[in-house]
């Protein structure tokens, strides 16, 4: 009984998340249209993308993927024991896992925080507004390249890493829902002025609420003529 609870609830939480998907990508859409804002953006988004389809990069997403493992480990006071990372794959020894550390490398875009840090940290030492194209074009970078890696990683056999967090139907629906909110975060603390969350929060809100009465109505539907027939 208890081995079920979790692919449950993914069950239940894969309607809220595809209705997350289709607010967040009518909300940003265009949001990242205005491309006299997000250009810079968009051409580092467009970089990764020529960059992926060389088949480059597999190392690189490896080495975040199992770093990103550890940092979560480290976050929630579990000991790291080893890493390795290799041409194509890689692996953390760990005292012991939890959701949070099993799912973290497929929602925290690992090298867009460690340029945010480095463009914050020149920010305290020099003027960084020149840099902030290129740091904007490396932010598109990265976050394509997080997204790019992700989606065919899920798209493949089922990782390990979802079984240990409770199953793909359960991590699936809520890794999707995760990378939806953290997109959205992501473009309001690049360009602040670019978004409002309240009004993002507010679509998806209702988006999902459409989506779940749309389910109820079905199920109600399907119920009652079906109670109709056994009945005559």
Sequence with gaps: MKRAIKPLIGILLAPAALAAAWATAGTLAPALGRFGVTFPLLCGALACLLFHWSGR????Y???????????????????????????????LLDSTNTFISLAP???PFYTLA?????????????AAPLRPWFLAAAGFTLAFHLLHTTDVLAGPVQSDLRKAGGAL???PLLLLLNCLGLAA???????GLLSLRAYSARVL??????YRGIFSAASYVFNTAKIYLNS
């Design 186 to 192: 992501a473009l309001k603390l690049l360009f602040p």
């Design 106 to 108: 497929y929602v925290v």
């Design 115 to 127: 340029v945010a840090a480095a463009y914050w940290l020149a920010g305290r030492f020099w003027d």
């Design 57 to 60: 990069g597999k190392r690189l």
């Design 62 to 92: 490896v080495a975040a993927h199992e770093l990103t493992h550890a940092l979560a480990a480290l976050c929630c006071g579990v000991r790291v024991r080893k890493i390795s990372v290799k041409k194509t794959d890689g692996y953390v």
């Design 170 to 172: 359960f991590s699936l």
């Design 206 to 211: 209702e988006t999902q609420e459409e989506a």
